[in-house]
Antibody, heavy 121, light 107 residues
Framework: QVQLVQSGAEVKKPGASVKVSCKVS????????MHWVRQAPGKGLEWMGG????????IYAQKFQGRVTMTEDTSTETAYMELSSLRSEDTAVYYC??????????????WGQGTLVTVSS | DIQMTQSPSSLSASVGDRVTITCRAS??????LGWFQHKPGKAPKSLIY???SLQSGVPSKFSGSGSGTDFTLTINSLQPEDFATYYC?????????FGQGTKVDIK
């Protein structure tokens, strides 16, 4: 069955970077797209970016442009999201989400379990 | 960006109740809308896509409707495991955007 298993919680200092991994099984990364969504404490869900197969490139939310990089290692079936120049407002649970591309940005059908990233001095 | 507005923000219901959550888009999105269930500390669960199609394995007690700007999620015969926060999301246009969530708790 499809599984997305994320790396464990991280504590980072302001200004540092964090790299969250998402290992998939039950399908291969080349079949479908991966997107990333986060949820800050007490807040709703916020889309960060993801791969668009129509354009063949990764699209990032404007808010994170220049600070986020999303990559994939097909040899290990693992997707990564790296966020740099961390600030306290980046404290959140980060989710990877599998996307079936039908129309627009596509349909999320499976989610990872989430990775808590805490940014604190 | 397309704004998604859910109502109500929260509701209290009893086991066995039928509940309806609405989601309004700031501009037309055809039927490019999904619904998700989220419980604290758990991964969100995808319930519905294309406004009214059930994701694989989702029970038929969940149903969705709407097109254009106005959408609804209905949950029939509410059970203890259904108490959660529900989000709508439009994927018609980049960036995909979520509603602010509707928390369904026990009356």
């Amino acid at each position: 069955q499809v599984q997305l298993v994320q790396s464990g919680a991280e504590v980072k200092k302001p200004g540092a970077s964090v790299k969250v991994s998402c290992k998939v099984s039950g399908y291969t990364l080349t079949e479908l797209s991966m997107h990333w969504v986060r949820q800050a404490p007490g807040k709703g869900l916020e889309w960060m970016g993801g791969f668009d197969p129509e354009d063949g490139e990764t699209i990032y939310a404007q808010k994170f442009q220049g600070r986020v990089t999303m990559t994939e290692d097909t040899s290990t079936e693992t997707a990564y999201m790296e966020l740099s120049s961390l600030r306290s407002e980046d404290t959140a649970v980060y989710y990877c989400a599998r996307v079936v591309h039908t129309y627009g940005s596509g349909v999320i059908d499976y989610w990872g379990q989430g990775t808590l990233v805490t940014v604190s001095s | 960006d397309i704004q998604m507005t859910q109502s109500p923000s929260s509701l209290s219901a009893s086991v066995g109740d039928r509940v309806t959550i609405t989601c309004r888009a700031s501009q037309g999105i055809s039927n490019s809308l999904g619904w998700f269930q989220h419980k604290p500390g758990k991964a969100p669960k995808s319930l519905i896509y294309a406004a009214s199609s059930l994701q694989s394995g989702v029970p038929s007690k969940f149903s969705g409707s709407g097109s254009g700007t106005d959408f609804t999620l209905t949950i029939n015969s509410l059970q203890p495991e259904d108490f959660a926060t529900y989000y709508c999301q439009q994927y018609n246009t980049y960036p995909p955007t979520f509603g602010q969530g509707t928390k369904v708790d026990i009356k």
